[in-house]
């Protein structure tokens, strides 16, 4: 900042009567009922994922491939995975609830726009649409979470909204493995399905979100302070340090790319995550194939099989809460690190799933073993996703089709295993060596210190 800039927000402080809340204020978001809070989280977690279970009958009706299908899959992940750089600052200017309802309007419109998609290339630009006006709202819900729910209280919150997002991954391809069974329907119908739950969606926002972060409730208020009165030194403390959009838009692009090349834990947990998460889009692309051609399934029995991905999202939801209880007992000694407990064990599970599938889908050996390697490897995965996800979900689709049709499903899985073998040791390194890592980086100690004044304020 420069020293002119300095010298006027010094003298907007000293000229400008901060309104805050006060104590107990239920307008605080951190103040909100217990009923509020989860009806707010639950809203705001809702999702779902179908689109692949429809290749078959699109491919048949526009007269596309099936790599073509899967671009439409990827496209979304791209929309998904870029937008969010840019759209996550305009919270700062609009609100969080204002994002929510633009971008659900904007999402239930390109579900619509697929549904009636006349070729393929619609249905890929449809896609990206759609992912990323999804994105907007997903990548929104950790912020609201952390808006009304203190540091102590976010894990089951957090734990939920994962729960809802990776489960919704196999839960939609067992619904739309139902409707392309029926020649009567196929893939518009899948569509049609996702526009029904993107239009209750988008009322259920309308209808029962609120704005939960501060600084925009603060400005708001603020602002009718100075109406009534006529007074203009009633200022937000964020109208006071206020920044253009434009800075924030430039601080959201570049700082996640400056961390990446910088600090050490993100490289770590990014290269982890990534693969993982790409892993998952992989197996799912390789589930469909994989059963109708070893185990004769047809489309139906095939989307059942997804439900695997569902079990094994449950079974980490329920771990989580002993990781939960694990981190509330060792945080006082272990500090962040606390949090990689099951990390530590997902990590090996990983790789272990993912032999087990590679390796018994066989004519000889029964269905049920593969597809408790699916649900072994979503169990170990769903701890991981508890951090966050990125574009690898968008690249793995592209090379993944041609990788299995050279090396088949069982090498390229068991390739998959070996480099999920090989980042086991990220976590362990993390959770022994974690707090002298930190203690290097000026970003870790600033965040560190900033969640030891939320805790001493009791956020």
Same mark, same amino acid.
């Given at each position: 900042m420069t020293s002119n800039a300095s010298r006027l927000l010094n003298v907007r402080r000293k000229n400008a009567d901060a309104v805050t809340f006060e104590d107990n204020d239920t307008r605080d978001p951190m103040n909100f009922s217990y009923k509020k809070k989860w009806t707010i989280t639950l809203?705001?977690?809702?999702?779902?994922?179908?689109?692949?279970?429809?290749?078959?009958?699109?491919?048949?009706?526009?007269?596309?491939?099936?790599?073509?299908?899967?671009?439409?899959?990827?496209?979304?992940?791209?929309?998904?995975?870029?937008?969010?750089?840019i759209t996550s600052s305009f919270t700062e200017e609009f609100g969080r609830l204002n994002i929510y309802i633009v971008s659900s309007f904007g999402f239930m419109l390109t579900e619509i726009m697929v549904a009636l998609s006349p070729n393929i290339q619609t249905v890929i630009l449809g896609r990206l649409l759609g992912g990323a006006f999804g994105s907007t709202g997903a990548t929104l819900v950790g912020g609201s979470i952390a808006d009304i729910?203190?540091?102590?209280?976010?894990?089951?919150?957090?734990?939920?909204?994962?729960?809802?997002?990776?489960?919704?991954?196999?839960?939609?391809?067992?619904?739309?493995?139902?409707?392309?069974?029926?020649?009567?329907?196929?893939?518009?119908?899948?569509?049609?399905?996702?526009?029904?739950?993107?239009?209750?969606?988008?009322?259920?926002?309308?209808?029962?979100?609120?704005?939960?972060?501060?600084?925009?409730?603060?400005?708001?208020?603020?602002?009718?302070?100075? +109406?009534?009165?006529?007074?203009?030194?009633?200022?937000?403390?964020?109208?006071?340090?206020?920044?253009?959009?434009?800075?924030?838009?430039?601080i959201s692009c570049t700082r996640p790319i400056y961390l990446l090349l910088t600090e050490p834990l993100v490289q770590s947990f990014s290269l982890w995550i990534g693969f993982t998460w790409g892993v998952v889009f992989a197996l799912v692309e390789s589930v469909s194939p994989d059963f109708q051609a070893v185990y004769g399934f047809d489309i139906q029995n095939t989307g059942f099989i997804f439900s695997t991905i569902t079990l094994g999202s449950f079974i980490g939801y329920f771990a989580n809460i002993y990781q939960e209880k694990l981190y509330q007992k060792h945080y006082p000694r272990k500090r962040q690190e606390a949090r990689l407990y099951l990390p530590c064990a997902a990590a090996i599970l990983l790789p272990i799933g993912m032999f087990i599938y590679a390796w018994t889908v066989r004519p000889d050996i029964h269905w049920i073993v593969p597809a408790i390697g699916l649900t072994v490897f979503m169990s170990g995965a769903f701890v991981i996703f508890m951090v966050t996800g990125n574009l690898a979900v968008a690249i793995f689709p592209l090379f993944t089709t041609q990788m299995f049709a050279r090396l088949t499903h069982k090498w390229s899985l068991t390739l998959f295993g070996c480099i999920g073998a090989a980042l086991v040791p990220i976590p362990w390194?993390?959770?022994?060596?974690?707090?002298?890592?930190?203690?290097?980086?000026?970003?870790?100690? +600033?965040?560190l210190e900033e969640q030891e004044l939320q805790e001493k304020m009791g956020k």
């Open positions: 809203v705001a977690s809702a999702a779902s994922a179908s689109f692949s279970m429809g290749y078959q009958s699109m491919m048949r009706e526009l007269n596309c491939t099936q790599f073509q299908a899967t671009v439409g899959l990827s496209m979304w992940s791209i929309g998904f995975g870029m937008v969010p750089l729910w203190g540091p102590h209280e976010r894990g089951q919150p957090m734990a939920f909204f994962s729960l809802a997002c990776v489960a919704a991954i196999g839960l939609g391809p067992v619904i739309a493995g139902v409707i392309e069974a029926d020649p009567r329907l196929g893939w518009r119908w899948i569509q049609w399905i996702h526009v029904m739950f993107s239009g209750a969606y988008f009322i259920s926002v309308v209808l029962l979100m609120k704005e939960t972060r501060a600084t925009i409730v603060l400005t708001r208020l603020a602002r009718k302070k100075r +109406k009534e009165t006529g007074d203009a030194r009633y200022q937000a403390k964020a109208e006071i340090e206020k920044q253009s959009l434009m800075t924030l838009i430039k390194v993390l959770f022994f060596y974690g707090s002298r890592i930190r203690a290097r980086s000026r970003v870790s100690r +600033k965040i």
